[in-house]
């Protein structure tokens, strides 16, 4: 399944739409993925991990996910679209999310 690393409680949700600023972002990733963690740092580091909604996928919980991104980890896609894939430089990294936060807005 998804694990949710950026989880809204009810009671936030009442006091603001936490959602409404969040980028829903999938990250295809898998345990012991040490470029996994590496790309979800930079994202942190930049500041911009408050602003996407994070949700986990573990490549290796389907077959179909295993054979299309196994080798290509971690991949983080927005809306079905890769917007980046492979070791995380964060030259290339930052600059697509961040395009992908403003072209989401």
């Known amino acids: 399944?998804?694990?949710r690393m950026i989880?809204?409680?009810?009671?936030?949700?009442?006091?603001?739409?936490?959602?409404?600023?969040?980028?829903?972002?999938?990250?295809?990733?898998?345990?012991?993925?040490?470029?996994?963690?590496?790309?979800?740092?930079?994202l942190a580091g930049a500041g911009l991990l408050d602003r996407l909604d994070l949700e986990l996928v573990d490549v290796d919980t389907d077959r179909t996910l295993k054979k299309r991104y196994g080798l290509r980890l971690p991949v983080l896609e927005?809306?079905?679209?890769?917007?980046f894939e492979g070791r995380p430089d964060p030259e290339v990294l930052l600059p697509a999310v961040r395009a992908a936060l403003e072209g989401g807005s």
């Open 78 to 83: 927005v809306a079905g679209q890769v917007i």
């Open 7 to 42: 989880d809204c409680y009810p009671m936030q949700r009442a006091l603001t739409d936490c959602k409404k600023d969040q980028l829903v972002v999938e990250l295809f990733t898998r345990e012991g993925c040490g470029l996994c963690a590496e790309l979800v740092e930079h």
């Open 1 to 3: 399944g998804m694990a």
